[in-house]
């Protein structure tokens, strides 16, 4: 695997651009908690696939398609590069591993979690989180295959509406599992593993940011194992999407704050396209090979 692109952001978040021995390119970014404020200070988000076949309509992944899932081999190199640069740069050992990058980590669930056995085994990192649109069937197996495990894995569900009519829109994921049972699974999963569930919901201005979405939010997870993780969408050019001010996510958190657990997520690395496909997609334009 080579690194074909590395950008380094003003928050000290690296991105990579990977080209794999077929000529794939994957990204990854490294994270890194320099006021130690966090849970984790050394991070790293992997990805799970070339492209994705999930389409959500606002991900820069999803616009280009699934080519294939990532080996384990490909996924733990993604890692021993960016613990290479943190011991270059005298950085934090990396002590989380995030399978938030490109792709959706269930639909390629054995390499996955033969990755996540060989990372912990590799490196002793035992914190682990897995970010998904929520393939329910996986959750339930993922139960099954760390409920006696050293290895902690939160999960990190993208809700990003509050309404099945909105989320089939932006997320088609919804036509098959719906908000009722996404949620199901993962209050089941944060009570099995003692560990609340991350929803993270990004903010489309005027899509998903009404008062009606504030109810219910509430109505959703209140009273639940489950953290909100509030976020602004990076812009990405997406005809009918578009990035809320900073003040209108503030709004959004105020309103809840009070009424669940959320909080509002640090954008790390924002300056150099830290989204997910998003340096891919431009290293595509440039290419011309893609509109
Ligand atoms: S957000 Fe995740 S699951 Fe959805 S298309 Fe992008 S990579 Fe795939």
Redesign the pocket.
């Known amino acids: 695997m080579k690194v074909i692109k590395k950008l380094v952001s003003s928050d000290n978040a690296v991105k990579y651009l990977l080209k794999m021995e077929d000529g794939n390119t994957i990204e990854t970014l490294y994270m890194y908690d320099k006021e130690l404020k966090l849970t984790y200070h050394s991070t790293v988000c992997v990805s799970s ?1 070339v ?6 309509f ?6 280009q398609g699934f080519v294939r899932n990532l080996t384990p081999l490909e996924i733990i190199g993604q890692v021993d590069i960016c613990a290479d640069h943190c011991k270059e740069t005298k950085l934090l050992p990396i002590d989380a591993v995030v399978f ?5 980590p269930f ?1 390629n669930y054995e390499n996955v979690r033969e990755a996540i056995i060989s990372i912990y085994n590799k490196y002793k990192i035992s914190n682990f989180e897995i ?3 929520g393939l329910t069937p996986r959750i339930n197996r993922l139960i099954n295959d760390f409920k006696n495990s050293d290895i902690k894995i939160r999960l990190n569900l ?1 809700l990003h509406a509050s309404s099945n009519d909105t989320r089939k829109h932006i ?1 088609p ?1 919804t036509l098959k599992y719906d908000i009722d049972s996404i949620i199901e699974a993962a209050v089941e999963y944060a009570e099995i593993f003692k560990i609340k569930t991350r929803i993270r919901y990004m903010i489309f201005k005027g899509v998903n940011d009404t008062e009606e979405d504030v109810e219910r939010l509430e109505r959703l997870l209140k009273g639940k194992p489950l953290k909100l993780i509030i976020s602004a969408y990076n812009d990405n050019n997406i005809e009918g999407l578009m990035a809320p001010e900073q003040n209108d996510v503030i709004d959004f958190y105020n309103k809840l704050k009070n009424k669940i657990d959320c909080e509002i997520f640090h954008n790390f690395g924002s300056d150099i396209k830290g989204g ?2 998003q340096l891919k997609q431009e290293k595509m334009m440039e290419d011309g090979k893609i509109l």
């Open positions: 696939q492209g994705c076949s999930q389409g959500c606002f991900c820069a992944t999803g616009k938030a990058g490109m792709g959706e639909m970010a998904t649109v993208s997320m994921v997910c496909g």
